[in-house]
C-alpha cells in the first residue's frame, strides 16, 4: 500500500521529436538521434561524414514537409499526444488521492528526461518512477533512454530513490488496451499486421531480444483475438542503409500480401505508446499506397494508445505496481 505521506514523481520517457516542423529543427533534432551509439555504433570516422554530408541535409529537407502535414496546434502528434498522457495521469491519481507528479521527458530535445529529472527534484518527490513508453525493450530505445536519465543523475549528490519500469511486452492491462482498441477497428474479413520498429539483424546478434518481446505482444494479442494462423502476420518497418534487418519486412509484406490472396489488411503498430511521424506518415499513408498499387482493396491503419482511457489505465497500474 502506497503511503499517503510520500510524494512521488513520474517520468514518462519517449524517442522526442523536433521542436518545429523545419529542416533546420529537424536536422538538430536527427543529429542528436542518429549520433547515439545506442541507435548507430558505426564508428565516428565511418559514419559522421555520412551523417552530416548526405543523411542529415537530405533527409532533413524531405521529411519537413511530412512533418508539417501532421504538425498539430501543441507541437507534433508526439509531443501532443505525451500531454495528453500526462494530464490523463495526473487525473487519475488526484481521482485515486495519491500525490504524483507526472512529467514529460524525451530521449532526444524538449523537453528532456534532465529538465524532467530537475522538476522532480526541486519538488522534493521521495520517490521517481521511470516509465520508458516502449513496451518491448531495445537496446536503440529503452537502453537509450535510461542512459538519458542515468545522465541526468550524474550531478546529482543526494539522488532520489527511484525505481525503472523496464518493459510491459506482455503486460494484461496493455494487453486488454490492445485488444480492446483492435476490436473497435478490426472488420470480420481483415487480416491483422503487427507491425513493429525495426533494428540491424546485427544488433539482435549482439544480444538485443526485442523481437522476442515482440513476439510477446503479437501471441498475446492473436491469443485474445482468437485469431488462425492465416489471419495474421508480425513484420518490422523502417530499416535503413544496406545491412540486414529484423524480417519480415512491413513493406515487402504488402507488395506481396494481394498476391497471396490478402485484399483488405488492418495494421497495427503495438511498439508505439504514441502516434507519430513514422505510423502516421510512413504506415497510415506510404504503405497504404503501396498495399493498394500492389492489388490491395481495402488498407486501414489502427491508432496507437495515445491518451486512450485503457492505455492511462494501464499505464497507472504498471506505475502502481511500483509504489
Same mark, same amino acid.
Given at each position: 500500500?502506497?503511503?499517503?505521506? &510520500? ?26 538521434? +542518429? ?14 561524414? +555520412? ?19 501532421? #504538425? ?6 508526439? =509531443? ?8 490523463? =495521469? ?14 514529460? %521527458? ?24 521511470? $516509465? ?10 529503452? /537502453?537509450? @533512454?535510461?542512459? !538519458? ?34 476490436? +473497435?477497428? =478490426? ?9 513493429? &520498429? %525495426?533494428?540491424? +539483424? ?10 522476442? &518481446? !515482440?513476439?510477446?505482444?503479437?501471441? *498475446? ?10 489471419? #495474421? ?25 494481394? @498476391? ?5 489488411? @488492418?495494421?497495427?503498430?503495438? %511498439?508505439? *505508446? ?9 504506415? /497510415? ?21 495515445? @491518451? ?7 499505464? *497507472?497500474?504498471?506505475? =502502481?505496481?511500483? $509504489?
Amino acid at each position: 500500500m502506497h503511503n499517503s505521506n &510520500h510524494k512521488i514523481g513520474v517520468i514518462l520517457a519517449n524517442l522526442g521529436t523536433p521542436s518545429e516542423p523545419s529542416p533546420s529543427a529537424i536536422s538538430a533534432y536527427l543529429n542528436d538521434f +542518429l549520433r547515439d551509439k545506442r541507435v548507430v555504433d558505426l564508428p565516428n570516422w565511418k559514419w559522421l561524414p +555520412l551523417l552530416k554530408g548526405i543523411i542529415l541535409p537530405l533527409r532533413s529537407r524531405r521529411i519537413a514537409k511530412n512533418y508539417q502535414e501532421i #504538425w498539430t496546434e501543441k507541437g507534433s502528434p508526439l =509531443l501532443a499526444y505525451s500531454l495528453e498522457q500526462k494530464a490523463g =495521469l495526473q487525473q487519475y491519481f488526484q481521482a485515486k488521492g495519491i500525490d504524483v507528479q507526472v512529467e514529460i %521527458g524525451m530521449t532526444y530535445g524538449e523537453p528532456s528526461i534532465e529538465s524532467a529529472v530537475k522538476k522532480l527534484t526541486d519538488l522534493k518527490v521521495d520517490k521517481i518512477i521511470f $516509465l520508458p513508453l516502449y513496451p518491448q525493450y531495445s537496446s536503440t530505445t529503452t /537502453a537509450a @533512454a535510461i542512459d !538519458c536519465f542515468a545522465h541526468a543523475l550524474k550531478t546529482q549528490r543526494g539522488i532520489v530513490p527511484f525505481e525503472i519500469i523496464h518493459s510491459y511486452a506482455d503486460d494484461e492491462n496493455y494487453i486488454r488496451a490492445l485488444v480492446a482498441s483492435i476490436k +473497435l477497428q =478490426l472488420k470480420d474479413d481483415e487480416f491483422l499486421l503487427f507491425s513493429y &520498429h %525495426g533494428i540491424p +539483424l546485427r544488433y539482435e546478434n549482439k544480444g538485443d531480444y526485442y523481437r522476442e &518481446h !515482440c513476439r510477446k505482444t503479437t501471441l *498475446a494479442v492473436v491469443d485474445q483475438l482468437g485469431l488462425m494462423e492465416t489471419q #495474421w502476420a508480425m513484420t518490422f518497418q523502417s530499416r535503413f542503409g544496406r545491412e540486414e534487418w529484423l524480417q519480415p519486412y512491413t513493406d515487402k509484406f504488402l507488395e506481396t500480401a494481394p @498476391a497471396q490472396g490478402i485484399e483488405k489488411i @488492418a495494421v497495427i503498430c503495438p %511498439g508505439f *505508446a504514441s502516434d507519430c511521424l513514422e505510423t502516421l506518415e510512413e504506415i /497510415a499513408v506510404t504503405n497504404r499506397q503501396l498495399f493498394i498499387s500492389h492489388g490491395g482493396k481495402t488498407y486501414q491503419y489502427i491508432p496507437s494508445l495515445n @491518451a486512450s482511457k485503457q492505455h492511462i489505465e494501464c499505464l *497507472a497500474q504498471l506505475i =502502481l505496481s511500483k $509504489l
